[in-house]
């Protein structure tokens, strides 16, 4: 039950549309390629030798979607002016990240650095305390429970709230001073 080789031909596919569009893909290329360069360069200044690939792109797109294109000139107009946009949205964007200024915009300050270095340590430092220090503190001092309210939810007294909260804090201070001190020599 072996099936015989079909013969497959290829053919140059008609494309839908209106009446007066282009009846191949070979066609469209020829007639627009030309217009969508003109329109990348002209109307939104990219090099040429950056919007023949934008071109290309956008007729690869026309012609895996060309079953559900009704009109090929405004498709492709359409798709290269979102193509050249999106271009330069990033080329704006790495520009912004490797910029030659000094000192360069997108550089992070010393103060960002010192911000992320801080909450580095901040989160080594709480996952070493344990969970039930951590939720102490942060009720406490981030929520700004007082003592009383910690106390009837944890079944405690005030007076042991406080015991704790002081017992997390030198936990705390012993983490930081492990983690900060500088290895002897």
Request: charged share 25%.
């Amino acid at each position: 039950m072996q099936q015989e080789p079909r013969e497959v031909k290829y053919t140059t596919p008609v494309l839908p549309g209106k009446t007066g569009a282009p009846a191949s893909f070979e066609e469209a290329y020829l007639q627009f390629a030309p217009l969508l360069r003109k329109i990348a360069v002209k109307k939104f200044g990219i090099p040429v030798a950056e919007a023949e690939p934008l071109v290309h792109d956008v007729f690869a797109t026309y012609f895996t979607n060309a079953g559900e294109v009704h009109d090929v000139g405004p498709y492709l107009i359409g798709g290269i002016c979102n193509a050249a946009r999106h271009h330069l949205r990033r080329i704006g964007a790495r520009d912004a990240i490797f910029c030659d200024d000094v000192p360069c915009a997108a550089a992070p300050t010393e103060s960002i650095q010192l911000e992320v270095e801080r909450k580095l340590l901040l989160r080594r430092l709480l996952a070493r305390i344990g969970s039930r220090c951590r939720d102490l503190l942060h009720r406490y001092y981030l929520v700004g429970e007082d003592t009383r309210t910690i106390a009837s939810s944890l079944h405690f007294k005030p007076m042991t709230v406080l015991i704790c909260l002081s017992k997390c804090r030198k936990r705390a201070l012993e983490a930081y001073h492990t983690m900060t001190e500088k290895p002897r020599t």
